[in-house]
C-alpha cells in the first residue's frame, strides 16, 4: 500500500495558506470548532520560508492530504543546553487515513531530525499513536493550582499590571530575565510573536516603590494557566496568586529543576499534580553528550557504563556514561525511561539490577513551558 | 472572631450510625447537591459497632457537629504487609466551620493512629488543607487508558462473564487470587461487601473450554474503571480490553509493584498518566520495619542512614536504614517526599548530596487500589 505513496517534500512558504486550510480541514473534522493554527500557534506559520520549512507534506495530484510539522528548540535546564525538537501539526486527510502516509511522514520527520543533529524530541499526543515510533511517557514536572482563596493571601510587597500581549512590549531587561528558571532559547523578535498564542496576557510584578519588574508571567486566560514565567521566585508566587485572584483560580507547571519555585508552590498550593511529556530519544550520543554538565554532576567515582540504544531496521547507537563499561542495550522506548524516568534505573526492563550507580544519575530532567508546546 | 469549639472528640457508636450518615450527606450535599449517601457509596464502612468506632466525632448540644473517619488496612506490596489507615469523611457543619474542629479531628486521628501502631495514612483530599497536618503529594503509580479501538483488538481466548456484585458469589478460590498483585488483606465476609461499593460489577476472565477462572475484576461501571484486579497478566488485559469495548473506553490504575502488569498495559494502552496521593507518615520507625524486606534488597553493601522525623510538640523519631548512619532530619512532610517520591532522595531539600546511596533504596512503593478508596 505504501508504495503508491508519494513522498514526503518539504512545504514552501507559498504552501502556506493550503497548509493551514488543511490543517483546519481535518482537526475541525475531529473538534468541530477546532482554531486555526495561525491563531493558535502564529509564531510557527509566521511567512518566512524557514518557517514553511518546519513541515513535511504528502501531495495526491498536486493537493496536501498529509502534514507534520518539527520545531526545533534549544532547551535551557539544570546548566544543560539540548537540542529538542517538537512534533506537532500531524494530520493526514480522511479519504488517506489507513495508507502509511503518516508512518512514512514520521520516518522521513525522525530521520530529518537525526540529520539536524536533536538530541531528543517531544509531542503531546496520544501513546498507541506515537509509541510504535519510540515516543514515551515521562513525568516532566508539577502542575500546581492556586485557588482564588488561596490567591487572596497575597502580601502587597508587589504591585502586578497586566496588558495583553498583542499590546505588550517585552523588553530587552524582561527578556534577558528568563535565564532565572528553565527556557527554551528563543529570539525578542520570535518571542515576541510566539506570547500572543491564545490571547495570552503579560502579567509584570514589581516593587512597590520601583518600576523595575522583579518577575513577569505570560498566562492563557481561557485556560487559567500560566504558560511561562521568569524573575525572582517570591515575584512568580506573587504573580500566580494575583492570577488566581483575577481568573478564578489557576494553574502553574514548574519543572523539578526549578527547585526554589516549587518549594514555594508546593508549600502554598491548593492542588498538586504530576505533568508527563511524551520523549523521543532522537540520537543517544546527542542527547548524554549535552547533558554532560548534569550526568558528571553525579556520576559515582570510578563509575561507567555503554548505553547502546538499538534502532528500527538493526542499527543501533552507543553513548559512554563516565568512560564506559558495561552494556546497556534497550530500545528507543526503554532508552527513554530510563533516562527520564520516573521510574529507577534499575526498575526498567533490561537493565541489570547490578547497576545501581545509575540510580544516582538518572532520571535526566525534561520540560517543555506550555507556552513553547506545539 | 468565633469561638473555638471545645468538646472533646469521641468514638463514634453503632447507634450513631443514623445521624452520622444523615450528618454526611447534609454537609457534603451542600456543595455538590448530587452526591450519594455514604451508606451508598461505602456500604462496608457503617456496619458494626467496629466500624462505627472508626469515627470521631464532635458534638454541640447533643448533635454531631464534626466527624473523621480513620480506616486502618494492611496494604501487601513487594513483599512487605505495610499498615496504613486511609483517612475519610472529613466534615463538618458550616454553622461551625472556622471554629477549629476539624483541627481538633485531625489531630485527634492522627494521635489514634500513632497508638494504635499504624505506620502511615493516605487520603485524597486537597493539598492546602491536610499539608499542615503532615500529609503531603507523593507517586502512587500509573494510571492506564484504553480507548475502544484498542479493546477490540482483544482475541478470543477467554470469556468473560458478568455480574452486579450484590448478586456475585466471591469463592474461597477467586478470594485466593487476590495474592498476585498488590493488595489489602481483607476478610472474605468483609470483602463482599467492599466489593458491593459504587454499584460495581464482578467480572471474571475464563480460557475458552474451561471453568477454571484465570483473573477478576471488580469494575466501578459509572467511572469507568477497573477499580480492583487480580490473576494473570493476559487474563487481567484481557477483562480491561473488554471494558474499554463495553463502556467505550476504560481506565485501570497499577502500582509501580506490580511490574508485569505495567509493562503489558504501558504496551498496549491509548494513554497514561501519573497519579499521586496524600501521604502522611504517621511513624518512621513502623514505615522502616514494615518495608523492610523491600529497602533489604535494594540496599548498596556497608550503606546506611538514620532517619529522624521531627513531629508536632518538639518530639522526634528515629529509625535506622542499614546500620544507620548520617543523620537526616526532616519533617513529616519533607519524609513523606523522601520515602515515596518521585523526586530522588537526593532532591528532597536537607537531604545531602552525599547520601546518593539513599536514591538506590527510595522511594518505596505505596498503592492502594480504587476499590478500598474512602
Known amino acids: 500500500m505504501m508504495d503508491n505513496l508519494p513522498h514526503p517534500e518539504m512545504a514552501h512558504r507559498g504552501d502556506l495558506p493550503e497548509l493551514l486550510d488543511f490543517l483546519h480541514r481535518v482537526f475541525s473534522e475531529r473538534t468541530p470548532g477546532h482554531a486555526r493554527f495561525e491563531d493558535i500557534s502564529p509564531d510557527l506559520f509566521r511567512d518566512s520560508e524557514e518557517k514553511a520549512g518546519r513541515f513535511l507534506v504528502l501531495r495526491d495530484e498536486g493537493r496536501i492530504v498529509a502534514a507534520a510539522g518539527s520545531h526545533p528548540s534549544t532547551l535551557n535546564i539544570a546548566g544543560c543546553k539540548i537540542s529538542a525538537i517538537g512534533l506537532g501539526q500531524v494530520a493526514t486527510a480522511p479519504e488517506m487515513t489507513g495508507r502509511g502516509g503518516m508512518t512514512r511522514l514520521l520516518n522521513a520527520t525522525i530521520a530529518r531530525m537525526k540529520e539536524e543533529g536533536a538530541a531528543v524530541s517531544w509531542l503531546g499526543g496520544r501513546r498507541d499513536r506515537y509509541g510504535r515510533f519510540g515516543w514515551e511517557y515521562i513525568l516532566s514536572g508539577y502542575n500546581y493550582s492556586i485557588s482564588e482563596k488561596i490567591g487572596h493571601s497575597a502580601d502587597d510587597s508587589f504591585l502586578v499590571s497586566q496588558e495583553k500581549c498583542e499590546d505588550a512590549v517585552i523588553t530587552e531587561d524582561m527578556f534577558a530575565m528568563r535565564a532565572s528558571c528553565v527556557y527554551v532559547s528563543d529570539s525578542l523578535e520570535n518571542y515576541s510573536v510566539r506570547i500572543t498564542r491564545k490571547a495570552g496576557e503579560l502579567f509584570m510584578a514589581h516593587g512597590r516603590n520601583s518600576s523595575s519588574p522583579v518577575a513577569w508571567a505570560v498566562a492563557s486566560p481561557a485556560e487559567k494557566r500560566i504558560v511561562e514565567y521568569s524573575g525572582a521566585v517570591e515575584g512568580i508566587v506573587k504573580i500566580v496568586k494575583t492570577a488566581a485572584v483575577r481568573l478564578g483560580g489557576v494553574s502553574a507547571f514548574v519543572s523539578p529543576v526549578d527547585k526554589g519555585l516549587n518549594e514555594r508552590l508546593r508549600a502554598e498550593s491548593s492542588g498538586v499534580g504530576f505533568a508527563g511529556q511524551m520523549l523521543l530519544v532522537v540520537s543517544i550520543r546527542k542527547t548524554v553528550e549535552q547533558y554532560a554538565p548534569y550526568i558528571e554532576a553525579r556520576l559515582p567515582k570510578g563509575f561507567g557504563v555503554t548505553l547502546r540504544m538499538s534502532l528500527p531496521g538493526g542499527g543501533f547507537e552507543e553513548a559512554d556514561i563516565g568512560s564506559g563499561g558495561a552494556v546497556v542495550e534497550l530500545d528507543r522506548k526503554s532508552m527513554v525511561r530510563l533516562l527520564f524516568g520516573p521510574e529507577r534505573a534499575t526498575d526498567i526492563p533490561g537493565v541489570n539490577p547490578s547497576l545501581v550507580q545509575l540510580d544516582t544519575i538518572f532520571p535526566l530532567p525534561f520540560c517543555i513551558q506550555p507556552l513553547f508546546s506545539v | ?374
Request: aromatic share 8%.
Open chain 2, 1 to 374: 472572631m468565633k469561638e473555638i469549639h471545645k468538646s472533646l472528640p469521641e468514638k463514634a457508636t453503632l447507634a450513631d450510625m443514623p445521624e452520622l450518615l444523615d450528618f454526611l450527606k447534609g454537609v457534603f450535599s451542600a456543595n455538590n447537591p448530587t452526591h450519594p449517601r455514604f451508606e451508598w457509596l461505602y456500604p462496608d464502612m457503617f456496619l458494626d459497632e467496629g466500624k462505627a468506632g472508626r469515627h470521631l466525632v464532635l458534638r454541640r448540644g447533643g448533635k454531631i457537629v464534626s466527624s473523621v473517619g480513620t480506616y486502618p488496612l494492611t496494604l501487601n506490596t513487594a513483599g512487605c504487609k505495610v499498615t496504613i489507615a486511609g483517612v475519610g469523611q472529613v466534615a463538618t457543619s458550616q454553622e461551625m466551620a472556622g471554629r477549629g474542629c476539624m483541627s481538633q479531628l485531625l489531630e485527634a486521628s492522627i494521635a489514634r493512629m500513632e497508638e494504635e501502631g499504624v505506620a502511615l495514612s493516605w487520603l485524597s483530599g486537597r493539598h492546602d488543607r491536610y499539608g499542615r497536618f503532615g500529609w503531603e503529594f507523593v507517586f502512587r503509580g500509573y494510571n492506564h487508558s484504553f480507548i475502544e479501538k484498542i479493546g477490540r483488538t482483544a482475541d478470543d481466548s477467554f470469556h468473560v462473564t458478568q455480574e452486579k456484585c450484590t448478586d456475585a458469589v466471591m469463592t474461597d478460590e477467586l478470594f485466593a487470587m487476590r495474592g498476585s498483585n498488590s493488595y489489602i488483606s481483607d476478610t472474605m465476609a468483609n470483602y463482599s461487601v467492599v466489593m458491593q461499593r459504587s454499584e460495581a460489577e464482578l467480572w471474571v476472565a475464563r480460557p475458552r473450554g474451561s471453568s477454571e477462572p484465570v483473573a477478576w475484576t471488580i469494575v466501578f461501571p459509572g467511572a469507568k474503571k477497573l477499580a480492583e484486579y487480580c490473576g494473570t497478566v493476559d487474563g487481567i488485559l484481557h477483562l480491561v480490553k473488554v471494558a474499554a469495548v463495553r463502556f467505550g473506553g476504560a481506565s485501570v490504575f497499577a502500582s509501580p509493584a506490580d511490574k508485569d502488569l505495567n509493562e503489558r498495559l504501558r504496551a498496549e494502552s491509548s494513554g497514561m498518566t501519573f497519579g499521586g496521593h496524600m501521604l502522611l507518615v504517621v511513624s518512621i520507625k513502623k514505615t522502616l520495619e514494615q518495608y523492610t524486606p523491600y529497602i533489604n534488597s535494594r540496599l548498596p553493601a556497608g550503606f546506611g542512614a538514620t532517619l529522624r522525623m521531627r513531629l508536632p510538640g518538639g518530639r522526634c523519631e528515629e529509625a535506622s536504614i542499614g546500620g544507620g548512619g548520617p543523620v537526616v532530619e526532616l519533617d513529616r512532610k519533607l519524609m513523606a517526599r523522601l520515602l515515596f517520591g518521585p523526586e530522588r532522595a537526593t532532591q528532597v531539600p536537607g537531604v545531602g548530596r552525599d547520601l546518593a546511596s539513599l536514591d538506590t533504596v527510595l522511594p518505596l512503593p505505596c498503592s492502594l487500589p480504587d476499590l478500598y478508596h474512602v
